[in-house]
């Protein structure tokens, strides 16, 4: 059996995945891709982790965040489906432990040295980040700012807002771990050597928050430096891309998944 660790980015915890992590469980099912299970694990100062202080390193994150896999049991090789901040604790997982990554999905990131600070988090973006910092005391003030920010889709947007609002106010995330958590999204760099697995990159090319160039770029540079890494672009989702097109991700993770194994089984077969 498998393990999938989803990990999601930014002041976000396991339960603003809302309806993804059925979707994808059952679209894994559907395609018979192997026995898969999948476990939500939370960044230090999210979710269930609220109370800790946010490190202000991403390797600190990622030792927090492994540690917590093992602690819960979980038999490694992992696979790990990563969104923003996420992905850059899961990239760093993948390049200093790479025994422990088997299959790496990357969505919406971005990373040193492959992308500008302007790419990285858009200039167009920076009023509304400052307004959310000072609106960061009303949850459903705050929660509609970063929907509007991170969220193409809006026929959900009223139970979205009042969902957000309910998990702020049941584990609040403050301002300074939020800033602490940015802080140190903004300082990672990760080696330019991809990972040893696979590697998916998905970017939603509607995506306000984050350019997906960098997606591309990231791609781009690993897949020239012969690792197995590919990217897929939405059409018009926004930076919460599980959010925006729960069912695309899955199936488009599912198809991925079988091109691996089907390229595995040939290269074992001497085909390629």
Not at 31 to 48: I, M, Q, S
Not at 151 to 173: F, G, K
Not at 235 to 243: E, I, R, S, V
Request: hydrophobic content about 45%.
């Amino acid at each position: 059996m498998s393990t999938w660790i989803l990990l999601r980015g930014l002041t976000r915890e396991a339960r603003h995945w809302g309806f993804f992590p059925t979707l994808f469980s059952r679209e894994l099912d559907s395609f018979a891709v192997a026995e898969e299970r999948t476990t939500l694990l939370e960044l230090p100062g999210n979710g269930r982790e609220n109370a800790l202080r946010a490190p202000l390193d991403v390797l600190e994150m990622m030792r927090f965040v492994r540690s917590g896999a093992a602690a819960l049991g979980l038999p490694a090789p992992y696979r790990l489906l990563a969104m923003s901040l996420g992905g850059m604790v899961g990239t760093a997982w993948a390049q200093r432990y790479p025994e422990e990554i088997e299959r790496l999905v990357l969505v919406n990131t971005s990373m040193q040295p492959f992308c500008r600070m302007t790419e990285r988090l858009r200039p167009a973006a920076w009023p509304a980040l400052a307004y959310l910092l000072g609106a960061w005391p009303n949850p459903e003030t705050s929660e509609r700012i970063i929907h509007d920010l991170t969220c193409n889709r809006s026929d959900t947007i009223i139970d979205d807002i009042a969902a957000w609002a309910e998990i702020r106010r049941t584990a609040p995330v403050s301002a300074a771990n939020g800033l602490r958590q940015l802080w140190a999204a903004a300082r990672f760099r990760a080696d330019r050597q991809a990972p040893r697995c696979p590697v998916l990159l998905l970017s939603s090319k509607s995506d306000r928050l984050v350019d997906p160039a960098c997606s591309a770029r990231i791609a781009a540079q690993w897949e020239a430096g012969g690792a197995g890494a590919t990217h897929a672009m939405h059409p018009w989702a926004g930076h919460d891309l599980p959010h925006d097109d729960p069912e695309w991700v899955s199936k488009t993770i599912c198809d991925w998944l079988l091109a691996v194994e089907r390229d595995a089984s040939s290269y074992r077969l001497g085909l390629l």
